[in-house]
């Protein structure tokens, strides 16, 4: 059974820093492309960031290009996401997601980010 389960939302201040896991179970982590999704208040998903398997190629929304850093560590089945000078339109349930575009097919349940004053 696939599992993702992510973790490290909250709230924060504008210009504030976070970081997101995204532990998973039940496939090959290493073999998998693997993004960050969002959806803010009101507004349909938005993809945010990719991070391809093997070669560890990275791709960002220009929303987010310059502020976040995706990363993984295959050992540790993690994905990771890391937004330094948040914004308040960055406020948004983060969701890990297993592949990339239309290709996923798995996402988690979410960790809200608020970044509010």
């Known amino acids: 059974e696939v599992q993702i389960v992510e973790s490290g939302g909250g709230m924060v201040q504008p210009g504030g820093t976070l970081t997101l896991s995204c532990v998973v179970s039940?496939?090959?982590?290493?073999?998998?492309?693997m993004s960050w999704v969002r959806q803010g208040p009101g507004k349909g998903p938005e993809w945010v960031s990719a991070?391809?398997?093997?070669?560890?190629?990275?791709y960002y929304a220009p929303s987010v290009k310059g502020r976040f850093t995706i990363s993984r560590d295959d050992a540790k089945n993690t994905l990771y996401l890391q937004m330094n000078s948040l914004k308040p339109e960055d406020t948004a349930l983060y969701s890990c997601?297993?592949?990339w575009g239309v290709g996923i097919d798995y996402r988690g349940q979410g960790t809200q980010v608020t970044v509010s004053l």
């Open positions: 997601a297993r592949g």
């Open positions: 039940g496939f090959t982590f290493s073999a998998y492309d």
């Open positions: 991070i391809k398997r093997a070669e560890r190629s990275t």
